[in-house]
């Protein structure tokens, strides 16, 4: 299996803030990265595909960066509505895995 | 855009088999290229890939439930299942099926039905 590995588990952070998350891969896993964003009660949903690209109606605040083992997620302004929990999750092999989530709080 | 809606017994006896189906509406599930997948997540954890179906019918399933589990398509119905045998308390949560579009050559999770809960009792 491919461990995937957020950093941090959680933030508290406020509005307005730039916000930072990583996730790290246990092998090379080129571009094959994706990132979800989950609100309490809710289905994920699909944020950014192969490590960069913003998915449709994704608000361009967000954007990916990153390749082989090291990716990241940036909120550049976080707004009210980001407050959510956040999870990477690799298709470079048959076998998916997913990052253990990144909680975002308000502070 | 398809919708996914999943359907199943929200309460499972432990040891028995846990049995849900995933309706799809609003598009085809034997076209278009694209695999359907099974999703876990326990309460207050995160996410766990359970499995995949490609339209080939070729299957993967992550090796910690592998033994247990099967996933199967029926086009016909439009509908895609998930059947897990001897569940344990370790198998409750909230289970959702979703949709796995390419893209860029990437496969992802573009299209998630809302979830149902599923609780194993002793």
């Known amino acids: 299996d491919i461990q995937m590995t957020q950093s941090p588990s959680s933030l508290s952070a406020s509005v307005g803030d730039r916000v930072t998350i990583t996730c790290r891969a246990s092998?090379?896993?080129?571009?094959?990265l994706n990132w979800y964003q989950q609100k309490p009660g809710k289905a994920p949903k699909l944020l950014i595909y192969?490590?960069?690209n913003l998915h449709s109606g994704v608000p361009s605040s967000f954007s990916g960066s990153g390749s082989g083992t090291d990716f990241t997620l940036t909120i550049s302004s976080l707004q009210p509505e980001d407050f959510a929990s956040y999870y990477c999750?690799?298709?470079?092999?048959?076998?998916?895995?997913f990052g253990q989530g990144t909680k975002v709080e308000i502070k | 855009q398809p919708q996914l809606q999943e359907s199943g017994s929200g309460l499972v006896k432990s040891s028995e088999t846990l049995s849900l189906t995933c309706a799809v509406s609003?598009?085809?599930?034997?076209?278009?290229?694209?695999?359907w997948s099974w999703i876990r997540q326990p309460p207050g954890r995160g996410l766990e890939w359970i499995g995949d179906?490609?339209?080939?019918?070729?299957?993967y399933y992550t090796p910690s439930l592998k033994s247990r589990v099967t996933i199967s398509v029926d086009r016909s119905k439009k509908q895609f299942s998930l059947r897990l045998t001897s569940v344990t308390a370790a198998d409750t949560a909230v289970y959702y099926c979703?949709?796995?579009?390419?893209?860029?050559?990437?496969?992802?999770?573009?299209?998630w039905g809302q979830g149902t809960r599923v609780t194993v009792s002793s």
């Open positions: 979703a949709r796995v579009g390419g893209y860029h050559g990437v496969d992802a999770f573009d299209v």
């Open positions: 609003g598009g085809s599930i034997g076209s278009g290229g694209f695999s």
């Open positions: 179906i490609y339209q080939s019918g070729t299957t």
């Open positions: 092998q090379s896993i080129s571009s094959y």
């Open positions: 192969a490590a960069s």
């Open positions: 999750q690799q298709s470079y092999s048959t076998t998916r895995t």
